[in-house]
């Protein structure tokens, strides 16, 4: 394990909370490339390297493989890091209990930026999931965003400027 002192931010939601949708309007761009140089984006002072996978379409342990590959990418240049996981808990490929020990070990600063609503349907992450998310993460903080999102453009907005608030935060230091 090594130390990165630049923090790890981590997008938590069910699959279809708007995950890839808030990346995009974050960043203000479609595409990453997580492999290319660390880009700076306009709303934030750092340069960003965003991981665009999610254990949604891959499995755990190819998502964990891709997240290490990144990380030794640019442990030189040190940029934040941007990554998304599906909240899935179903003992199978994909499962988030796969994902969540090799995040604690990577060595980051670690921020869980966890999406309640979802954007698709009215799904909300229940108690029981963030407990289980409480006792799973040892070394990172917990940000929790319940604004109910679905189908609702300014509701979604008024989350992703909640959600660039915290990184702010973060990247300036008032949050730890």
């Known amino acids: 394990?090594?130390?990165?002192?630049?923090?790890?931010?981590?997008?938590?939601?069910?699959?279809?909370?708007?995950?890839?949708?808030?990346?995009?309007?974050?960043?203000e761009r479609k595409h990453f490339f997580p492999m290319k140089e660390p880009f700076l984006p306009?709303?934030?002072?750092?340069?960003?390297?965003?991981?665009?996978?999610?254990?949604?379409?891959?499995?755990s342990s190819a998502l964990c493989v891709h997240i290490s590959q990144v990380l030794h990418r640019h442990?030189?240049?040190?940029?934040?890091?941007?990554?998304?996981?599906?909240?899935?808990?179903?003992q199978g490929?994909?499962?988030?209990?796969?994902v969540l020990p090799y995040l604690e070990d990577s060595g980051c600063r670690l921020h869980y930026l966890v999406l309640a609503g979802s954007w698709s349907d009215k799904r909300f992450i229940g108690e029981q999931d963030l407990e289980f998310l409480k006792t799973g993460i040892k070394r990172g903080r917990i940000h929790y965003f319940d604004l109910l999102v679905t189908r609702s453009?300014?509701?979604f907005q008024q989350r992703t400027i909640?959600?660039?608030?915290?990184?702010?935060?973060?990247?300036d230091g008032s949050c730890r």
């Open 153 to 155: 453009p300014p509701r």
């Open 1 to 27: 394990m090594f130390f990165n002192p630049q923090p790890l931010f981590v997008i938590i939601g069910y699959p279809n909370s708007g995950k890839k949708k808030m990346l995009q309007e974050l960043f």
């Open 42 to 59: 306009a709303v934030f002072s750092n340069r960003f390297v965003v991981v665009n996978r999610t254990n949604r379409r891959h499995t």
């Open 93 to 98: 490929e994909r499962d988030i209990r796969k």
């Open 162 to 171: 909640a959600v660039a608030q915290v990184i702010r935060a973060v990247l």
């Open 75 to 90: 442990t030189l240049s040190a940029p934040a890091c941007m990554v998304m996981l599906s909240f899935i808990l179903d």
